[in-house]
């Protein structure tokens, strides 16, 4: 009779398998470790589906409207704003908030 395995004894038994694979057919694999052999392949493929589902993803990023982000004491040690696009380069002035916001948000339209 077969085992009745969780998910992280088929990863051990998976991963076990894949250290001697080029030495081992699946079918000695299974009957050494007293394994279905559909059962191995199933959860093969399950466990394939679920590192390939752990690739990163983009998240969005809302922008605040408000123009009140840069502070006063800032200001100071800022003096511009470079934002390459491409081969285009933006040089804005820290004083012009809307513009920067104006900028940003369009580009995040156009991409």
Same mark, same amino acid.
């Given at each position: 009779m077969? $085992?009745?395995l969780d998910n992280d004894?088929?990863?051990e038994y998976l991963n076990k398998f894949n250290s001697v694979k080029d030495t081992i057919t699946v079918k000695d694999f299974c009957a050494e470790n007293n394994l279905s052999k559909s059962q191995f392949y199933y959860h093969k493929?399950?466990?394939k589906k679920l590192t390939e589902s $752990?690739?990163?993803v983009f998240q969005a990023i809302s922008?605040?409207?408000k123009v009140?982000?840069?502070k006063e004491e800032n200001k100071s040690t800022l003096k511009e704003v470079k934002i390459n696009v491409g081969n285009a380069n933006i040089l804005i002035p820290v004083s012009e908030a809307t513009l920067i916001t104006a900028i940003i948000k369009e580009l995040i339209l156009k991409c």
């Open positions: 077969y $085992k009745k004894a088929w990863e493929k399950r466990v $752990k690739e990163p922008l605040n409207s009140d982000n840069i």
